[in-house]
């Protein structure tokens, strides 16, 4: 049973167009998160969520909108679609709580390819 | 502001032998966390240990240990007896007390030969 889980694994679209990447996860936890991570596998936060609030935006592009209809579930919405945005989206959950038990666990990525 | 640097990009070590994949970190938080993952060629993240600051001991789990010192700001990750299944690229992070992201370094790409 997939802790946490990510939908698609490859996403291949064409530039100007809208996609949505969906994450749930079934540990229980109350925090969730994006990353990207860049062809150089630079990893870097861009949005989290505790119990449906975001609490970090990472001065992300306003074309990408993250939605948490509930505690399990974070969902990334991209529009307009750019060749720069080519590359693979991390979901992660954690529980909020001291550092000892904040341990980030992630789902297996999104390949996202722009063409 | 909270940073991580990974100075080796690769590192390639024969079967069986100890590897030390370097981190140094900045931060002027008296309370962080500091946490390593490994990403096979598959993708995923994978979390392997976990060293908060105030830990008075080095932070094991099986063939992993962290080699912490404190005043010197470094995070080393060790691997004991190195297989082929530890090829992959392993990064450091570092998490501020009241913070909540991650900040990650750039990488070390280990490959094991046999």
């Known amino acids: 049973d997939t802790a946490v889980s990510q939908t698609p694994k490859y996403l291949v679209t064409q530039m100007g167009n809208d996609k949505s990447i969906k994450c749930e996860q079934n540990l229980g936890h109350d925090t969730m998160y994006w990353y990207k991570q860049d062809s150089k596998k630079f990893l870097k936060i861009m949005f989290s969520?505790?119990?449906?609030?975001?609490?970090i935006n990472e001065t992300v592009p306003n074309r990408f909108s993250p939605k948490s209809p509930d505690k399990a579930h974070l969902n990334l919405h991209i529009n307009s679609l750019e060749l720069g945005d080519s590359a693979v989206y991390f979901c992660?959950?954690?529980?909020?709580?001291?550092?000892?038990?904040?341990?980030?666990?992630f789902g297996a990525g999104t390949r996202l390819s722009v063409l | 502001a909270q940073k991580i640097t990974q100075t080796q990009p690769g590192m390639f070590v024969q079967e069986k032998e100890a590897v030390t994949l370097d981190c140094t970190y900045d931060t002027s938080d008296p309370s962080y966390g500091l946490f390593w993952y490994k990403q096979p060629s598959s993708g995923e993240m994978i979390f392997l240990i976990y060293?908060?600051?105030?830990?008075?001991q080095n932070a094991t789990e099986g063939r992993y240990s962290l080699n912490f010192q404190k005043a010197r700001k470094s995070a080393n990750l060790v691997i004991s007896a190195s297989q082929l299944g530890d090829s992959a690229m392993y990064f450091c992070?570092?998490?501020?007390?009241?913070?909540?992201?991650?900040?990650f370094g750039q990488g070390t790409r280990l490959t094991i030969n046999p």
């Open positions: 060293q908060g600051s105030y830990d008075q």
């Open positions: 992660a959950s954690s529980q909020l709580a001291g550092l000892a038990k904040n341990i980030q666990y």
């Open positions: 969520y505790n119990n449906k609030e975001l609490i």
């Open positions: 992070a570092m998490r501020e007390e009241g913070a909540q992201k991650l900040v």
